[in-house]
């Protein structure tokens, strides 16, 4: 246990607490008293920066399940260190901010903080733990806890339905990403990332390689709304708005890309992790910001424009693949820009897109709404929230002097230096990378000029609005103030990142390309002179200034897109068939009908016998010494066999009754003529008693009707009947002459006298070499005899009437659905 | 001996089981019954029919037959006894309460 572990654990713990805050000091805000626990955490993890910079990696381990491989290791290296620092930075500014966006009074906050730590516990583990399996607990942990705050407001149809999609579509990719790491541990025999990174040799050309890979990514995509499954993001926007920014764009949806790079040094160098990882990234990039320009919900861009600057970093990732390919060499360092860019970025997102959805909030809180048809010229009411806005939006943008105009020219870097590879088919193919590239960065353009310009200029529309907007407090501003200023220090001054956060997090992602003690250098420029990046960026500008002033003249392209073709659709329609089917399945064969089941159950039994019998070919015909058999032997059997056979055809109960009385007693002769004297005795005693008992009862039960039964009812039940019989007799024909394990009655019929000085075998085996079986067999006895008195003489009360009323009502309905059948 | 044990086994579980599946109550007892006879009867028959004296030691003999499911078998009366006698009255009550005993009619609700 280490300061690490608590950590990970210190959300979880003081998450307990939280409820008892909201009970007993109602006066404060829960949230100012959980604001101290990422701004610790937040404290501690700068505080690792310095070591993780020198190459300092610290490794702990708790033991859990060392038998199966299951610690809970708590790693920190570069990557870990720069996830821990978004999660719990970020995490601190959302606190504070919801602190001003959530009323202390109105709304459930003390399940929002819990589910809220909760989230932050688990993002912690995910990048924080070295065990495979450990890291899926906290992955689906993330889920769950996103569900949870997608459905904070539950009393609405959306949010819940938003909650279920997210749910489905993540925990489907979780379980796939399980899948794939049990196929590692196959091909490594260890769920350890470094130990797996360590015996690469065995993975790469292994048969399970490309399926391992599949469910991996398969995670990772689903996790960060990759295309096809981003559909579930625009939905979680259901969720309150610091929840938005914090899980839905900052941290839990990147969690996809963490696996992506820490996974890199597994497998990338593969021609399918490059394309894959790419192009979907790719996809997804341009198919977010082509439909960011169509939404009128600005939460509803946020999300689109998140989807595609998730994608953006994706590709990112798969483009720096290729140079682990070349390996130690010096043209590999030209695709490492890429892994450098995905990086940087991924620190550039955070900030602006937080700053973005917390400006929302503002507009949302202060306005009402965030429909921009009914928005417009909030410039003169809120001045310093369009400041932010602009600043955020041009950052998005990729406009100087802010920093993703840094990471969007490195976006475009490493996109051309992909051209020039000459591995992976790229030659063929490796022209579309750049341009769509390029096309989706004149698409983020026009949705990042909707998002600003539409809500702050413009006409302003007073009478679409429900209150009257002003400035935000002080509160709700500081943490996009916070945000906003990172964009700037970060845009003018990047080296303050890359020496202690992105060079050790880019060690981690492609460790193979460094010699021992070696590191990454980066340093980021602002100006490379009239390079093709910058020609890029101009025409970005040029061609997103005219695509969003003649807006209205093409949107309406959009209209003419199927609109039932659509991924929604497909999920919609999907679930419903699902539930349908799943419930018609279950009706077909849940009757309710006691018969019914037993009628599975016999079958079951008759298939699984019937099959192992056949199948191990133990069906054999007797052939040892056969017992000789006496002429009143031979009656005796003929006698029981028919009087069984008499009982199903009995017309009254006396009859029947004593049938099976008589069966009872012939058995009785049976274990006298078998040499147990025991058993005929105690026989004796049960049948007497039973059929007293029978003949007792009997006064109270009603008569035999004649079955009233379909004959395909009774030839169901005489064919399972007689297949139970049939697979018996075999049974007890074939048990006869198989012996697999020497038996152990030697060992009682001659322990019985000089172990427990008894005579009498059976007896001795009952009370002393198994006396404790006879022990639970009382006890079973008593709870029956127990059981039996209550029924008799408990006599319930019915305080409820409803009730009464059903009881009641039931023979009735019976007889009606008697009646309904015999019509 | 065996071979006809064997046949008349098959019978007894055959009919057993018929009964089971029957619609009234007092008919699935009986068919309870028939299976437990079915069952002692295979177990007794599994481990061969009078290969020795009973299994008294004061008999002095050379071989005894085997003790092990005579000492099952013992058991599982006692149990079935309980079983029946519980069930019987479960049955009565039932009756008393709901008066049918049709399985058929003693089917849970449908929006259960």
Not at chain 1, 379 to 393: D, E, R, V
Not at chain 1, 484 to 492: A, E, H, N, R, T
Not at chain 2, 60 to 67: H, I, N
């Amino acid at each position: 246990m280490s300061l690490l572990h608590f950590a990970i654990l210190a959300p979880f713990i003081y998450a307990i607490a939280v409820p008892f805050f909201r009970k007993y000091i109602r006066g404060v805000h829960t949230g100012w008293f959980v604001l101290p626990v990422p701004a610790l955490l937040f404290a501690y993890f700068i505080s690792r920066v310095p070591d993780v910079q020198g190459g300092h990696k610290e490794l702990s381990t708790v033991q859990w399940i060392p038998s199966m491989d299951l610690n809970f290791t708590a790693y920190l290296d570069g990557l870990g260190l720069m996830f821990a620092l978004l999660i719990t930075g970020i995490g601190a500014l959302v606190v504070l901010y919801s602190i001003y966006y959530l009323g202390k009074d109105k709304e459930a906050i003390h399940s929002f903080y819990v589910y809220l730590l909760m989230f932050m516990g688990a993002m912690l583990g995910v990048v924080l733990s070295d065990n495979l399996i450990v890291l899926y607990g906290f992955w689906e942990l993330t889920s769950l806890s996103s569900f949870l705050l997608i459905a904070f407001w539950n009393e609405r149809a959306k949010s819940r339905y938003g909650a279920q999609k997210s749910m489905l579509i993540t925990v489907f990719g979780g379980f796939a990403m399980l899948a794939g790491f049990v196929l590692l541990y196959i091909m490594t025999g260890t769920f350890s990332i470094r130990e797996i990174i360590g015996s690469l040799d065995v993975v790469t050309g292994h048969a399970l390689f490309l399926p391992a890979m599949l469910l991996v990514l398969l995670g990772a995509f689903t996790k960060s709304a990759q295309f096809p499954f981003h559909i579930w993001l625009p939905d979680a926007m259901e969720a309150p708005t610091p929840v938005s920014a914090y899980l839905h764009s900052a941290t839990m949806v990147k969690a996809g890309i963490y696996l992506v790079a820490r996974m890199t040094p597994v497998f990338a160098g593969a021609a399918e992790w490059f394309w894959l990882v790419t192009g979907v990234g790719l996809i997804t990039l341009i198919w977010g910001s082509f439909s960011a320009v169509k939404q009128t919900d600005l939460k509803a861009i946020l999300a689109f424009s998140t989807i595609s600057q998730l994608g953006l970093i994706m590709s990112l990732l798969g483009m720096g693949s290729a140079a682990v390919y070349y390996g130690l060499s010096d043209e590999s360092a030209l695709y490492t820009k890429a892994t450098l860019a995905a990086v940087f970025h991924l620190i550039n997102h955070a900030t602006f897109k937080g700053a973005l959805f917390m400006v929302v909030g503002i507009v949302d809180h202060e306005t009402g709404t965030r429909d921009i048809r009914r928005l417009g010229g909030l410039i003169n009411f809120m001045p310093i929230t369009f400041t932010f806005a602009l600043i955020g939006s041009f950052s998005m943008a990729g406009l100087p002097p802010f920093n993703g105009f840094l990471s969007k020219e490195m976006f475009f870097t490493a996109a051309l230096n992909v051209m020039h590879l000459e591995i992976f088919n790229v030659e063929t193919w490796g022209i579309l990378i750049p341009v769509t590239a390029w096309l989706a960065s004149v698409f983020t353009f026009v949705y990042s000029m909707i998002l600003v310009f539409k809500t702050f200029t413009g006409k302003y529309q007073p009478e679409k609005l429900d209150v009257k907007p002003h400035e935000a407090p002080l509160g709700l501003l500081l943490p996009p103030a916070v945000l906003i200023s990172l964009v700037i220090v970060f845009g003018l001054f990047p080296n303050i990142l890359s020496y202690r956060i992105i060079e050790p997090a880019m060690a981690s992602i492609l460790p193979s390309l460094l010699m021992p003690g070696d590191i990454f250098e980066v340093k980021i420029h602002f100006w490379h002179g009239w390079t093709d990046e910058i020609f890029m960026t101009i025409g970005v500008i040029a061609l997103g200034m005219l695509l969003y002033l003649l807006l209205d003249r093409w949107s309406g392209l959009y209209g003419k897109l199927p609109q039932k073709l659509t991924l929604n659709t497909f999920y919609d329609r999907g679930l419903f068939y699902l539930d349908r089917w799943a419930n018609r399945g279950t009706r077909s064969y849940m009757t309710g009908s006691v018969r019914d089941y037993l009628i599975y159950i016999f079958t079951f039994m008759i298939l699984i016998l019937g099959y192992v019998l056949f199948r191990t070919d133990s069906v054999r015909w007797y052939s040892g010494e056969l017992a000789e058999i006496s002429i009143y032997e031979f009656v005796l059997v003929l006698v029981m066999v028919a009087a069984a056979l008499a009982v199903p055809f009995a017309r009254s109960r006396v009859t029947a009754i004593i049938l099976v009385g008589a069966v009872g007693y012939i058995v009785t002769l049976f274990f006298v003529i078998l040499r147990a004297p025991d058993l005929a005795l105690t026989q004796m005693i049960v049948e007497t008693v039973s059929v007293a008992l029978f003949l007792l009862c009997f006064y109270h039960l009603p008569k035999l009707k004649k079955e009233m039964s379909h004959m395909r009812f009774k030839l169901g039940n005489f064919l399972v009947a007689a297949g139970v019989g049939a697979i018996m007799t075999l049974i007890a024909l074939s048990a006869n002459d198989t012996r697999l394990f020497t038996t152990i009655s030697d060992y009682f019929v001659e322990g019985s006298y000089e172990l427990s000085g008894g005579k009498n075998v059976v007896n001795v085996i009952l009370v002393d070499f198994r006396g404790f079986d006879t022990l639970l067999e009382i006890a079973v006895l008593g709870i029956a005899s127990l059981g039996i008195f209550a029924m008799i003489k408990l006599r319930l009360e019915r305080k409820n009437p409803a009730a009464a009323l059903t009881s009641s009502s039931k023979p009735d309905k019976g007889s009606k659905r008697r009646k309904g059948r015999s019509a | 001996m065996e071979i006809l044990m064997a046949f008349a086994i098959g019978i007894l579980f055959m009919v057993g089981t018929y009964l089971i599946l029957s619609r009234s109550l007092l008919r699935i007892i009986l068919g309870t019954s028939l299976l437990t006879h079915a069952v002692h009867l295979l177990l007794l028959t599994m481990s061969r029919l009078k290969t020795g004296a009973a299994p008294l030691l004061g008999e002095k003999a050379g071989t005894y037959v085997d003790p092990l499911p005579q000492a099952l078998i013992l058991t599982s009366i006692v149990i079935s006894f309980g079983v029946t006698s519980f069930f019987f009255v479960l049955a009565y009550r039932a009756y008393q309460e709901l008066g049918t005993d049709d399985m058929e009619q003693l089917r849970g609700r449908d929006d259960e």
